[in-house]
């Protein structure tokens, strides 16, 4: 059983960077696809931000692909979402999500085995 928490998140003013965090605890996870999804403020949608998946490789949402980097840390059982230059429109809650099954760019929310209780970002102008 995994648990991810996922750290980092808040108030923010527009332009700064910020990091996200999520800590796996209860299994090794560097054998999984880990990604990040996010709900935009004020929207009921869901939508994927980035994968990296088991091999290291990445993929990007093709509007979120320059501010956006994914990254792990095997050794601390963690992964990261840095996003540069933040604009009110990343404001949401974001989720990690881990699946030793894969996850896919058509992998909707919820639907990878372990998902996060999400943190709220706030980015203001």
């Known amino acids: 059983l995994v648990t991810l928490a996922e750290s980092g998140g808040g108030s923010v003013q527009a332009g700064r960077s910020l990091r996200l965090s999520c800590s796996a605890s209860?299994?090794?996870?560097?054998?999984?696809?880990m990604a990040w999804y996010r709900r935009p403020a004020g929207h009921d949608s869901c939508e994927l931000v980035a994968?990296?998946?088991?091999?290291?490789?990445?993929y990007y949402e093709n509007s979120l692909k320059v501010r956006f980097t994914i990254s792990q840390d095997d050794v601390k059982n963690t992964v990261y979402l840095q996003i540069d230059s933040v604009v009110p429109e990343d404001s949401g809650v974001y989720y990690c999500?881990?699946?030793?099954?894969?996850?896919?760019?058509?992998?909707?929310?919820?639907?990878?085995?372990?998902w996060g209780r999400g943190m709220r970002v706030t980015v203001s102008s």
């Open positions: 999500a881990v699946d030793r099954a894969g996850i896919r760019p058509s992998t909707p929310c919820l639907h990878p085995y372990y």
């Open positions: 209860g299994e090794r996870v560097d054998d999984s696809d």
């Open positions: 994968i990296i998946y088991s091999d290291g490789t990445t």
